[in-house]
């Protein structure tokens, strides 16, 4: 079996292909949240803005797995693995799970860092 060739493969390629364009988006969450808490005197701005990225690039993955993967696999339009194999139904598991571990990860992230984000506020 070639390794490249598997259900497990292919999500993680395909979340990564999403993830890569957001990482690089995700410098504006960054830079809004340095400029939101510049008045009110928060410690570390660079802190700040690694965080505002982290929350831009989870939050950007998420919407994009809740958007295009996770709609396509429920609808069976967009498939990760054959449609001819022996063992669709074992495939179409995994799949999903492997979605929702993706979405649980990314969802994860993005309300942790989030949290981060809103601690380093004064109050």
Known sequence: MNPFNTVWSKVFSAVG??????FFIASIFGSFFVALAGAGGVGD???????????GTCFLVLVGLGTVFVPL???NIGRFYDRQAPDVAEKRLQTRTLLLIAVSLFATGSAVSLFLIIARFPR
């Open 17 to 22: 292909i999403l993830a890569i364009p957001a």
């Open 45 to 55: 701005p660079h802190m700040l803005r690694i965080l505002g990225r982290t929350f």
């Open 73 to 75: 696999e429920i609808l």
